[in-house]
């Protein structure tokens, strides 16, 4: 019997684009989308900040001292978030579990200013009853730290929560700690996998 669901955001909740983010940002400080790849995310800056090591306060001055320009902390905000569409097909399953009584819980390797783009852009967030992010985690996945927060969270047996998230690599490592856990492809795909679990939406 599942009574939790977590679902990841990133390309679940939302489609994002890493490059239209780098891209962005470049367009700043007249940079382009590959030096901003190199100096944010192969770097491993941009998971420090995930893993909430930076505050974006911290993390515009980085930038700033990074490419060597002044740039309006509003202005980097909207370039690094503003990557973002909703995926509208399922918000509709959201609604369904919710009106059958499941607890939904979001398990996501995001960033402050990611997520709160998320929640003031598109009422999706709302939906969810309890947040596990890597920013107040401390941990990004498959860390073990951000999935122990999960299981805190589900408020049941891990054999009771059901995970979705499109990286395989963090669904093995759900099925080992005992979630049901099925990658997510599409919305299409994930209603026909609820119904092998006898759960219609």
């Excluded at 190199?38 to 001292?65: C, D, M, T």
């Excluded at 990074?66 to 399953?93: H, M, Q, R, W, Y």
């Excluded at 852009?121 to 920013?135: A, G, K, M, P, W």
Aim: hydrophobic residues 40%.
């Amino acid at each position: 019997m599942i009574r939790t669901f977590l679902f990841d955001m990133g390309n679940v909740l939302a489609f994002f684009s890493h490059d239209k983010m780098c891209e962005q940002m470049g367009g700043l400080c007249d940079r382009s989308r590959t030096e901003i790849q190199n100096l944010l995310i192969e770097s491993g800056v941009q998971w420090e900040y995930e893993r909430g090591k930076l505050s974006p306060a911290e993390f515009h001055s980085w930038f700033e001292q990074t490419v060597e320009k002044n740039i309006d902390f509003n202005e980097l905000l909207t370039a690094g978030s503003d990557i973002f569409e909703l995926n509208t097909t399922i918000i509709p399953v959201l609604d369904s579990l919710k009106t059958q009584g499941y607890r939904l819980v979001l398990l996501s390797n995001t960033c402050v200013s990611h997520f709160e783009f998320i929640w003031k852009e598109y009422e999706v967030l709302q939906r969810f009853d309890d947040f596990v992010t890597s920013y107040t985690a401390g941990a990004i996945k498959p860390e073990p730290a951000i999935f122990e927060c999960a299981l805190e969270k589900i408020q049941c047996a891990p054999a009771e929560a059901f995970y979705t998230d499109d990286i395989p690599e963090y669904i093995s490592q759900a099925r080992q700690l005992g979630l049901q856990a099925e990658v997510f492809t599409d919305t299409e795909t994930l209603i026909q996998q609820l119904a092998q679990r006898d759960i219609r939406v």
